[in-house]
């Protein structure tokens, strides 16, 4: 009964499924590499530049595209369909997701 509260989607081929929402991105192990920004599908990312302070020059296991200078912000939580994509290309396991439920 319980699922029943919780927001669910359904594909063409009628098999229901839970969209994962982002509910947090972790701006301090973030990178800025721009991957989850090119694959997201509704703009609930923006890249922003950090403070020449808080720069981190350790990228003893950055092996490529290092935004090295930058960092990802949830700025349209509120749009994320759920689907993943974010977390499945990022390189330091940034994103928190879960699902929600309809009344949320
Ligand atoms: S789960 Fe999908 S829609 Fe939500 S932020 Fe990630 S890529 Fe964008
Ligand atoms: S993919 Fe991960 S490390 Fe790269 S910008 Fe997005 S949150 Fe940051």
Not at 21 to 31: P, R, S
Not at 38 to 52: G, H, M, N
Not at 54 to 59: C, E, G, I, P
Request: net charge negative; with cysteine.
């Amino acid at each position: 009964m319980g699922a029943e509260s919780i927001i669910t989607g359904i594909t063409r081929g009628g098999t229901v499924w839970t969209p994962q929402f982002v509910t947090a991105l972790n701006e301090e192990k973030c990178i800025g590499c721009g991957r989850c920004f090119k694959v997201c599908p509704r703009d609930v990312l923006t890249i922003v530049q950090r403070a020449v302070d808080d720069v981190d020059f350790d990228d003893d296991d950055d092996d490529d595209d290092d935004g090295d200078n930058s960092f990802m912000t949830l700025t349209n939580p509120l749009d994320c369909i759920g689907c993943e994509a974010c977390s499945r290309v990022c390189p330091k396991a940034c994103f928190t997701h879960a699902e929600l439920p309809l009344a949320a």
